[in-house]
């Protein structure tokens, strides 16, 4: 091999692009959230609150909490929407951010999961605990009825 050639296979590998690295973005769909969260790489996920129906979405935090993926509930789709381009989205993830915003990414993720995640109290409470008409109009008759017959007993 000559000098030329091997001074030409040289600078070709010295030339060599570095590798393809995926750029840092917001990920969006409810398979691909889901896959995100199921593999931990996902760091934060918005969940949107008027998603029809709510089937569709109404299992992912009980997955977050699982995982140990911090989650949020945010206000609109139209606003998740708008953080990925799109008209509607019902679910986004964050997974990695540049460095400087990372104290910014780790703060809010701090809140999440207080406000979300840990949150048990939010996870007791199942209803208003106020029952419907025909309800209480049954536990009248019922409690009438028991009434009436506990003043029979009481005659004899």
Known sequence: MSNLSKHVCATIQEDKPAPYQKPLCVQYGLNHVTSLIEN???????????VDPIELVVWMPALCRRMGVAYCIVKNKSRLGKVVDKKTATCVAFTKVDGKDEKKLMQLKDTCMTMFNNNTESLKRWGGGVMGLKTQKRLEIRARMLAEEAAKKAKY
């Not at 931990?40 to 008027?50: M, Q, R, T």
């Open 40 to 50: 931990k790489k996902a760091a934060l996920v918005a969940i949107a609150s008027d």
